[in-house]
């Protein structure tokens, strides 16, 4: 079972990518739990995770989130697949930042 923390200013805009992502890793068959958490909470949200993922928004701070992560790989969601919701594209990029 795989962590995603996806991380925006209020953990609402990732939402709607969150439920995207969920339901393209069902049905690639990949067990995963997917949450969304404002970046304010990095450190007590994304401790346990496998990785975060931030809206590109917020993407300013992947320095902080690494800092208060230690360990765990971070990213920032691609602009388009962002702007388009698309899951499948945001989980392939999860996977590439776990390294499966």
Not at 58 to 73: K, Q, T
């Amino acid at each position: 079972m795989k962590k995603i923390v996806l991380m925006c200013a209020g953990g609402m805009s990732t939402s709607i990518i969150m439920k995207n992502i969920k339901r393209a890793a069902e049905e690639e068959g990949l067990e995963c739990e997917v949450v969304a958490r404002a970046i304010a909470d990095a450190a007590d949200a994304g401790r346990d995770a496998d990785v975060i993922l931030l809206g590109p928004q917020v993407g300013y701070a992947i320095d902080d989130v690494r800092a208060s992560c230690p360990g765990v790989p971070v990213d920032v969601i691609e602009m388009i697949a962002y702007g388009m919701m698309d899951g499948k594209k945001a989980l392939a990029q999860a996977k590439v930042a776990m390294g499966i």
